[in-house]
Nanobody, 124 residues
């Protein structure tokens, strides 16, 4: 059974850092993309970053570029999202998801499995 479990969220002040983790298990496929998404109150869920297992490519939405870094530790079956210089507008539930294949996208319907999310709240 494929599972993704996010952790690392919390309540922090603006300007600090957090690192989210996405622990994966049950993967029986070799090529996949892990995407990070977030859902802020009153807004649509948006893609913010992805990493491709086949070649290590990464991509960031403009809203987080330069502040967030995605990385993977395949030995630990975990993908991380390092979030620096957090802003109140980063407040959201953060989700990781897996897309089976090699064509990265932020198109959410292309993702096959999702985690349950972790709350990040940034106070001003």
């Amino acid at each position: 059974e494929v599972q993704l479990v996010e952790s690392g969220g919390g309540l922090v002040q603006a300007g600090v850092s957090l690192r989210l983790s996405c622990a994966t298990s049950g993967f029986t496929f070799n090529d996949y993309v892990i995407g990070w998404f977030r859902h802020a109150p009153g807004k649509e869920r948006e893609g913010i970053s992805w990493i491709s297992s086949s070649d290590g490519r990464t991509y960031y939405a403009d809203s987080v570029k330069g502040r967030f870094t995605i990385s993977s530790d395949y030995a630990k079956n975990t993908v991380y999202l390092q979030m620096n210089i957090l802003k109140p507008e980063d407040t959201a539930v953060y989700y990781c998801a897996v897309l089976i294949g090699t064509l990265p996208t932020f198109l959410q319907s292309n993702y096959d499995y999702w985690g349950q999310g972790t709350q990040v709240t940034v106070s001003s």
